[in-house]
């Protein structure tokens, strides 16, 4: 077993892997397409890799689907979204990045290619480039100008693309009725980053969702969007606190049955400078259903249902009053589910998990509810007795004085710490454990008493 490499969530067989793309369900198969290097495990010449699934959970790896046209002076096939042409063609559009001017920061293109066989092989159409700058005129310039992601309103293709105007992160909007011309409409945003990459637009009731990737904490904004397109934003959020040491790049997909899913890249920047793992880089988040909060308007992020065949080992625990000190759960693993109720009262000073711990407390990873100082902390200082391995906190501010209860949806996956709080917060992180004995898990308490209401956790099997 490779070290760190995780058993239920999705990874290329090797090599380099980020952004989720391309996602589409088309006759009864999800399709994961993304971000790959097939010649080493870090980022180098970027193709398109493909996965299938019937369940969400167990997948099959097919051929790369995008390779750079380097006979066209393509470079990079970068990230970019898949939607089911008015023909019923499947086709992809992603962002080009080529030789010399036509570079990522200032000469994108956008290009289109369209599959004869179902989505196993791909044709790049004589019509690329469908997009280029010229389309913004020569007073609006856009740099970083990448990531396609198109969706259907009525009669027409909409498209929101990620850039930077004026050292300004936006999302663009363009419109098209055949996927291969298009027009500029307007900015359909501009945030207070310097970088806007991987915008995701979606209709979720009677809102608009935007979620981007701004090189930070990936964030969102909900809004109404009317008959002339333009975007009013009414609330804003955070996707997951794990930014660049552990998620980013997400992007959406509509299921069969309605649900809108999220799948974002979990990178392996927390690795540092560890030379203990080799050969992969990489993971995708498990897969999270989005809806929106009917009265604040937030976001409500949850993993999907369909995990829970993998669980295997049930253990629980009723009511129980757990007083300060560590206390050792009855289930131990590198790949565990737990959900936890606590009952807060509002005196608590802090509690949390204590996982991937060895017997000696060598190696531990802390998930401490701080409830004194209003924030939920990944404390990574001992998560790894490799040189090289990032070891600050990932922090995400969570106010918990007010609240009488405390829900903890808890995965953990070899190098992954996946957390959901209350279905308000998500928080993602990678940690590196070295030794095998890594495996026990705690609940440890600071003073007083916690009162937990209920606590369920199992093994979870690999899916491949
Ligand atoms: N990754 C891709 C870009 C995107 C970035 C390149 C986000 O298209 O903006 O691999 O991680």
């Known amino acids: 077993m490779t070290l760190g490499k995780p058993i239920y969530h999705f ?3 090797a090599n ?3 952004d989720p793309n391309g996602l589409v369900y088309h006759e009864g198969q999800y399709h994961l397409f993304y971000q790959y290097n097939p010649h080493g495990d870090q980022w180098g010449t970027i193709h398109w890799g493909h996965a299938v699934s019937t369940d969400l959970v167990h997948w099959q790896h097919l ?3 995008l390779a750079p046209s380097t006979e066209l002076g393509e470079v990079h096939c970068y990230s ?5 042409d008015d023909q019923g063609v499947p086709t ?7 030789e010399g001017e036509r570079n990522a920061e200032t000469g994108a293109e956008h290009w289109m290619a369209t599959s004869p066989d179902g989505l196993r092989t791909w044709v790049k159409p004589e019509a690329n480039p469908v997009l280029t700058s010229v389309i913004h005129g020569k007073d609006l310039i856009v740099r970083d100008w990448r990531d396609p992601y198109v969706w259907k309103e009525e009669d027409r293709w909409l498209m929101v693309l990620g850039g930077s105007v004026q050292g300004k992160g936006n999302a663009l909007l363009y419109e098209s009725a055949n996927l291969r011309e298009w027009t500029f409409l307007h900015v359909l945003h501009t945030g207070e980053e310097t970088l806007w990459e991987c915008p995701n637009a979606f209709r979720l009731q009677d809102k608009m969702v935007l979620i981007y990737s701004p090189s930070d904490k990936v964030k969102y904004l909900v809004g109404s969007m009317g008959e002339d397109l333009r975007f009013v934003k009414e609330q804003e959020g955070v996707v997951d606190h794990g930014g660049w040491e552990g998620y980013y790049a997400p992007q959406s997909m509509l299921a069969p049955d309605g649900r809108r899913i999220l799948w974002g890249w979990l990178p392996d920047n927390a690795r540092g400078e560890m030379t203990e793992i080799q050969g992969w880089s990489g993971v995708q988040s498990i897969p999270r259903t989005v809806e929106l909060h009917p009265a604040k308007y937030t976001l409500i992020i949850k993993p999907v249902a369909e995990l829970q065949v993998l669980r295997e080992n049930p253990f629980e625990l009723p009511k129980t009053v757990l007083p300060q000190g560590e206390h050792e759960l009855g289930i131990q693993g590198k790949a565990v589910e737990i959900k936890a109720e606590f009952e807060l009262t509002g005196s608590e000073t802090s509690f949390g998990f204590e996982v991937f711990r060895s017997p000696d407390g060598e190696e ?5 509810f701080d409830v004194a100082r209003g924030q939920i902390v990944l404390d990574r200082s001992r998560s790894s007795q490799a040189a090289g391995a990032h070891t600050w ?6 106010e918990m004085r007010h609240l009488e209860q405390l829900r903890v949806h808890l995965f953990i996956d070899h190098s992954i710490v996946e957390v959901f709080v209350n279905d ?3 928080l993602t992180g990678r940690v590196y454990p070295l030794r095998e004995d890594s495996e026990s898990i705690r609940l440890f308490i600071q003073e007083p008493n916690v009162t937990m209401k209920s606590l369920s956790a199992w093994n979870l099997r690999g899916i491949w």
Do not use: D, R
């Open 11 to 13: 990874t290329p067989p």
């Open 16 to 18: 380099w892997m980020n």
């Open 63 to 65: 051929p790369i689907a």
């Open 80 to 84: 970019g979204c898949a939607v089911i």
């Open 92 to 98: 992809l559009l992603y962002t080009s990045i080529g």
């Open 364 to 368: 531990q990873t802390t998930l401490k």
């Open 393 to 398: 906190e990932l922090v995400a501010p969570y």
């Open 424 to 426: 308000e917060l998500c």
